[in-house]
């Protein structure tokens, strides 16, 4: 051996000696022949074997029969003791006893539970079990001890066992190879569709919701009929879940969940609205599916005291056994409009179901869309009608045989008979009378086996109508087996069956669509008052809060300000209005009227500086729109400059608000009014002096938001605009106009003659230092009411029917009565409430 090979046999024993101290390092126990393992894939290993044995033995179902093994496993154990539908119950004890003894080596109590389900009417669509006694309720009430229940198959369960005792399934032994269990069963009854399953495995989970039998039926017919519909027109025959608590579903989003086997489904329960002494009731009469009642009630309960449904005044709970009523009671006046839309928000009066159709095919886990689900169910059931076919052909043959061998024996019964007595013992009577008498072996052993009575005549003529009979059958079942289309046909006759048997119409309604619930729709819609003071804050109350007052009437609080603060802008709008904030930078601002802050009447309100976003600007105009839709908006500032953009321009809200109008930054002009028109509508300018001007805005072309404008009145030196309104052309409309000192008046519409924008306008009111200048303008009638609000935060609400019409020109009469030192600020239109503001009131400011 030369020196390399030597120094290489060292290196080779140095390695296995490595090897051998690294394999006892690891080397697990001190026992010896206990092998070592990575722990790394030793943990891959194993739970990737747990994670196998979860999805394809416990979690999920299988396609074919909808079950997983527990459920399948249950009724295989009640159809083997017998506990069929048309037998007596047994104590649910006693079948969980037989699962798990022979079939489900697991819990009592998850078998139990699996049992419990199978038979509750508001779990599963078709109750695979009937049970007797407590099993639980829509309320989560658990069901009674299984020492005290008792249950057997249901009706419509004996249609997934059909035909299992004809070889019609695969079978395999149990957990100790003791018994043996069905791997699947016939499953005539398409259950993974009409009961749905729910399961969790390990990476996947399946949620299939129940469905209508008599459409899955219908939906089956059409596979076989046509194999290339498209999951389109199937989704027209199935239109949707069908879920054993009833309730509504959105169609919207039906057809994408049938085509990929995913999606969601929005549910709502059913509502109706009934009237009780005045009041507006509302009644649940069915929940979304998987709802416990209880806790629905106890959560509307729960928002009620916690002010989140405030027009809530009672709740009571009055389901009966079968019967869902839950009764939600409102204040009077209330609409149930928005207390709906809040439950349906913040309750489970609206819930989701999301849909995950994942089964087992062939022990793999696949995501199926409806065509293949039903396509599984077809091949399956070609599958069990073969075999039964098979298994009902060779029994019809065997029996041929026999009665052949019968009735041939009874053409020579008298010889069989010396031959059988001369016989030395059975086996060579059978024998003889195969080798003999030409019968076969099966043959031999039935004339053995022959009663003396199936001598007579009468029974040689029941065997051969017997045997003609069986000749039928045996020709039909090759018939049978020789053809799909036959098969097919046998499967579409099944499946009608089924549908005339049990179909019992849809539960759950399918409605086209289901507004989404925004958060306008979780606001009361009702008229408020937006103030905003001269030092920047803003508070909304409710209209109903000021009294209308006679003319002249002194007015109540109407805001908590400071000394030397004042209201100075007072809007009326509803809850589901937009106010659009012009500041004097030509910017605009969005708020949706119902996040102002809300106060009482006296209050002082929030800064708003807080509310909105502003950039060193102070607001000038505040204006309330309900849409954006169509139309134009007509700015007018105080230096008598008019602009018209179109409303869609400024729809699109930013939290740093848009450019409106470029208005001076100087801030020697401002906005007035911004108006809602459209091009045919005629606008009136008024200014602080007794100056009108009355012109279409269609004089005025559609600008951009950046354009500052064009002369809309020719103003005196030293006058302002201070009002702009949409002259409606109506009959009965007047102009009311409200100076400093309280003093004001109506006067025809009609009187104001219409002319070109930029002129100097007419005399609309004679001021003087006894009047004051005009502050407001108003388009009015005689059914409308104002809100005058002064500078030390009085506000008066006033109906114009106690101000007479008077002529353009005049100096006008007393409108509001003011202490001394006091002014009026501004003056707006509110809608009318007869009834609620009884009569004149006067209240100091706190």
């Given at each position: 051996?030369?020196?390399?090979?030597?120094?290489?046999?060292?290196?080779?024993?140095?390695?296995?000696?490595?090897?051998?101290?690294?394999?006892?390092?690891?080397?697990?126990?001190?026992?010896?022949?206990?092998?070592?393992?990575?722990?790394?894939?030793?943990?891959?290993?194993?739970?990737?074997?747990?994670?196998?044995?979860?999805?394809?033995?416990?979690?999920?179902?299988?396609?074919?029969?909808?079950?997983?093994?527990?459920?399948?496993?249950?009724?295989?154990?009640?159809?083997?003791?017998?506990?069929?539908?048309?037998?007596?119950?047994?104590?649910?004890?006693?079948?969980?006893?037989?699962?798990?003894?022979?079939?489900?080596?697991?819990?009592?109590?998850?078998?139990?539970?699996?049992?419990?389900?199978?038979?509750?009417?508001?779990?599963?669509?078709?109750?695979?079990?009937?049970?007797?006694?407590?099993?639980?309720?829509?309320?989560?009430?658990?069901?009674?001890?299984?020492?005290?229940?008792?249950?057997?198959?249901?009706?419509?369960?004996?249609?997934?066992?059909?035909?299992?005792?004809?070889?019609?399934?695969?079978?395999?032994?149990?957990?100790?190879?003791?018994?043996?269990?069905?791997?699947?069963?016939?499953?005539?009854?398409?259950?993974?569709?009409?009961?749905?399953?729910?399961?969790?495995?390990?990476?996947?989970?399946?949620?299939?919701?129940?469905?209508?039998?008599?459409?899955?039926?219908?939906?089956?017919?059409?596979?076989?009929?046509?194999?290339?519909?498209?999951?389109?027109?199937?989704?027209?025959?199935?239109?949707?879940?069908?879920?054993?608590?009833?309730?509504?579903?959105?169609?919207?989003?039906?057809?994408?969940?049938?085509?990929?086997?995913?999606?969601?489904?929005?549910?709502?329960?059913?509502?109706?609205?009934?009237?009780?002494?005045?009041?507006?009731?509302?009644?649940?009469?069915?929940?979304?599916?998987?709802?416990?009642?209880?806790?629905?009630?106890?959560?509307?309960?729960?928002?009620?005291?916690?002010?989140?449904?405030?027009?809530?005044?009672?709740?009571?709970?009055?389901?009966?056994?079968?019967?869902?009523?839950?009764?939600?009671?409102?204040?009077?006046?209330?609409?149930?409009?928005?207390?709906?839309?809040?439950?349906?928000?913040?309750?489970?009066?609206?819930?989701?179901?999301?849909?995950?159709?994942?089964?087992?095919?062939g022990h793999q886990p696949k995501v199926l869309n409806l065509k293949q689900v039903l396509e599984e169910y077809v091949k399956h059931r070609k599958i069990v009608v073969r075999k039964r076919a098979e298994f009902d052909l060779k029994k019809?043959?065997?029996?041929?045989?026999?009665?052949?061998?019968?009735?041939?024996?009874?053409?020579?019964?008298?010889?069989?008979?010396?031959?059988?007595?001369?016989?030395?013992?059975?086996?060579?009577?059978?024998?003889?009378?195969?080798?003999?008498?030409?019968?076969?072996?099966?043959?031999?052993?039935?004339?053995?086996?022959?009663?003396?009575?199936?001598?007579?005549?009468?029974?040689?003529?029941?065997?051969?109508?017997?045997?003609?009979?069986?000749?039928?059958?045996?020709?039909?079942?090759?018939?049978?087996?020789?053809?799909?289309?036959?098969?097919?046909?046998?499967?579409?006759?099944?499946?009608?069956?089924?549908?005339?048997?049990?179909?019992?119409?849809?539960?759950?309604?399918?409605?086209?669509?289901?507004?989404?619930?925004?958060?306008?729709?979780?606001?009361?819609?009702?008229?408020?008052?937006?103030?905003?003071?001269?030092?920047?804050?803003?508070?909304?109350?409710?209209?109903?809060?000021?009294?209308?007052?006679?003319?002249?009437?002194?007015?109540?609080?109407?805001?908590?300000?400071?000394?030397?603060?004042?209201?100075?802008?007072?809007?009326?709008?509803?809850?589901?209005?937009?106010?659009?904030?012009?500041?004097?930078?030509?910017?605009?601002?969005?708020?949706?009227?119902?996040?102002?802050?809300?106060?009482?009447?006296?209050?002082?309100?929030?800064?708003?500086?807080?509310?909105?976003?502003?950039?060193?600007?102070?607001?000038?105009?505040?204006?309330?729109?309900?849409n954006f839709d169509e139309g134009s908006l007509f700015f007018a500032t105080k230096q008598g400059m008019v602009k018209k953009v179109p409303a869609e321009s400024l729809s699109r809200p930013r939290s740093t608000g848009v450019r409106a109008?470029?208005?001076?930054?100087?801030?020697?002009?401002?906005?007035?009014?911004?108006?809602?028109?459209?091009?045919?509508?005629?606008?009136?300018?008024?200014?602080?002096?007794?100056?009108?001007?009355?012109?279409?805005?269609?004089?005025?072309?559609?600008?951009?938001?950046?354009?500052?404008?064009?002369?809309?009145?020719?103003?005196?030196?030293?006058?302002?605009?201070?009002?702009?309104?949409?002259?409606?052309?109506?009959?009965?409309?007047?102009?009311?106009?409200?100076?400093?000192?309280?003093?004001?008046?109506?006067?025809?519409?009609?009187?104001?003659?219409?002319?070109?924008?930029?002129?100097?306008?007419?005399?609309?009111?004679?001021?003087?230092?006894?009047?004051?200048?005009?502050?407001?303008?108003?388009?009015?009638?005689?059914?409308?009411?104002?809100?005058?609000?002064?500078?030390?935060?009085?506000?008066?609400?006033?109906?114009?029917?106690?101000?007479?019409?008077?002529?353009?020109?005049?100096?006008?009469?007393?409108?509001?009565?003011?202490?001394?030192?006091?002014?009026?600020?501004?003056?707006?239109?509110?809608?009318?409430?007869?009834?609620?503001?009884?009569?004149?009131?006067?209240?100091?400011?706190?």
């Amino acid at each position: 051996m030369t020196p390399k090979q030597v120094d290489e046999s060292k290196a080779q024993e140095e390695v296995e000696k490595g090897e051998e101290q690294r394999r006892e390092k690891d080397q697990i126990g001190d026992e010896k022949g206990v092998a070592g393992a990575e722990i790394v894939e030793e943990m891959e290993k194993s739970f990737l074997d747990y994670a196998m044995s979860v999805i394809v033995d416990r979690a999920l179902p299988s396609v074919e029969d909808g079950l997983k093994p527990v459920h399948r496993r249950i009724l295989w154990a009640m159809h083997q003791i017998g506990l069929d539908a048309s037998k007596s119950t047994r104590k649910s004890a006693a079948v969980v006893g037989e699962v798990l003894g022979k079939y489900h080596p697991h819990g009592d109590q998850a078998a139990y539970d699996a049992l419990v389900r199978m038979a509750q009417n508001f779990s599963l669509r078709y109750p695979l079990v009937h049970g007797q006694g407590n099993f639980g309720s829509m309320d989560g009430d658990a069901a009674a001890a299984m020492r005290y229940t008792e249950a057997k198959l249901s009706k419509i369960s004996s249609t997934l066992l059909q035909d299992i005792e004809k070889k019609t399934v695969p079978m395999r032994g149990n957990f100790d190879d003791t018994e043996e269990e069905p791997g699947v069963m016939p499953g005539m009854l398409p259950n993974l569709l009409l009961n749905g399953a729910t399961g969790i495995a390990v990476g996947m989970a399946t949620n299939i919701p129940p469905h209508n039998l008599g459409e899955v039926c219908d939906a089956i017919v059409q596979v076989i009929d046509k194999p290339k519909v498209d999951v389109g027109d199937l989704a027209k025959i199935v239109t949707g879940p069908d879920f054993p608590t009833g309730g509504e579903i959105q169609s919207a989003g039906l057809k994408e969940m049938y085509e990929t086997g995913k999606g969601r489904v929005v549910m709502r329960g059913k509502v109706k609205i009934e009237e009780k002494k005045g009041r507006q009731i509302i009644v649940v009469t069915e929940i979304p599916y998987q709802t416990n009642k209880s806790d629905f009630v106890l959560n509307i309960a729960r928002l009620a005291t916690e002010k989140k449904l405030p027009d809530v005044s009672d709740l009571r709970d009055e389901s009966a056994k079968e019967k869902v009523r839950v009764v939600i009671e409102l204040k009077k006046g209330a609409t149930p409009t928005y207390t709906l839309n809040k439950l349906y928000k913040l309750t489970k009066l609206q819930s989701n179901f999301d849909v995950n159709l994942l089964a087992l095919v062939g022990h793999q886990p696949k995501v199926l869309n409806l065509k293949q689900v039903l396509e599984e169910y077809v091949k399956h059931r070609k599958i069990v009608v073969r075999k039964r076919a098979e298994f009902d052909l060779k029994k019809a043959e065997d029996r041929l045989e026999i009665v052949e061998g019968l009735l041939k024996a009874l053409k020579q019964i008298d010889k069989i008979i010396a031959f059988i007595k001369k016989s030395a013992n059975s086996s060579d009577a059978l024998a003889g009378l195969v080798k003999n008498f030409s019968l076969s072996e099966r043959q031999a052993k039935a004339v053995l086996e022959m009663r003396l009575s199936a001598l007579t005549r009468l029974e040689a003529g029941k065997l051969e109508k017997e045997a003609k009979e069986l000749r039928t059958v045996i020709e039909k079942l090759k018939k049978l087996l020789g053809s799909d289309q036959e098969i097919l046909s046998v499967i579409k006759s099944e499946v009608r069956g089924l549908k005339k048997e049990y179909d019992d119409g849809r539960r759950t309604k399918v409605v086209r669509s289901m507004s989404e619930i925004s958060e306008q729709d979780m606001v009361e819609k009702k008229d408020i008052v937006v103030l905003l003071t001269d030092s920047g804050y803003i508070k909304r109350v409710d209209v109903k809060t000021y009294r209308e007052q006679k003319r002249g009437g002194s007015g109540v609080t109407g805001a908590g300000l400071k000394e030397e603060d004042f209201v100075r802008q007072l809007i009326t709008c509803s809850t589901h209005d937009y106010l659009l904030f012009f500041t004097n930078r030509g910017r605009v601002y969005w708020l949706k009227a119902h996040e102002v802050p809300d106060s009482v009447r006296a209050g002082k309100g929030r800064a708003l500086a807080n509310v909105l976003s502003l950039q060193a600007e102070q607001i000038a105009n505040v204006m309330a729109v309900d849409n954006f839709d169509e139309g134009s908006l007509f700015f007018a500032t105080k230096q008598g400059m008019v602009k018209k953009v179109p409303a869609e321009s400024l729809s699109r809200p930013r939290s740093t608000g848009v450019r409106a109008m470029n208005l001076p930054d100087d801030g020697s002009d401002v906005l007035v009014n911004v108006l809602r028109v459209q091009d045919s509508d005629e606008v009136l300018l008024v200014t602080k002096k007794g100056q009108s001007i009355r012109f279409v805005s269609d004089d005025v072309r559609s600008m951009g938001r950046a354009s500052y404008g064009v002369k809309g009145i020719d103003l005196a030196k030293g006058d302002e605009v201070v009002g702009a309104e949409v002259a409606s052309g109506k009959a009965n409309e007047t102009l009311l106009v409200v100076a400093q000192r309280g003093s004001g008046k109506r006067s025809k519409l009609e009187d104001y003659r219409k002319t070109r924008r930029s002129g100097k306008g007419v005399v609309t009111m004679k001021t003087s230092a006894k009047t004051g200048d005009i502050v407001g303008a108003l388009s009015v009638d005689g059914k409308d009411s104002v809100i005058a609000t002064t500078s030390k935060g009085m506000v008066i609400r006033v109906g114009m029917k106690d101000l007479r019409v008077m002529g353009r020109a005049t100096q006008g009469v007393k409108v509001v009565k003011l202490k001394e030192g006091d002014r009026v600020v501004d003056v707006v239109k509110v809608p009318r409430d007869d009834g609620n503001f009884p009569g004149p009131e006067s209240q100091e400011r706190n």
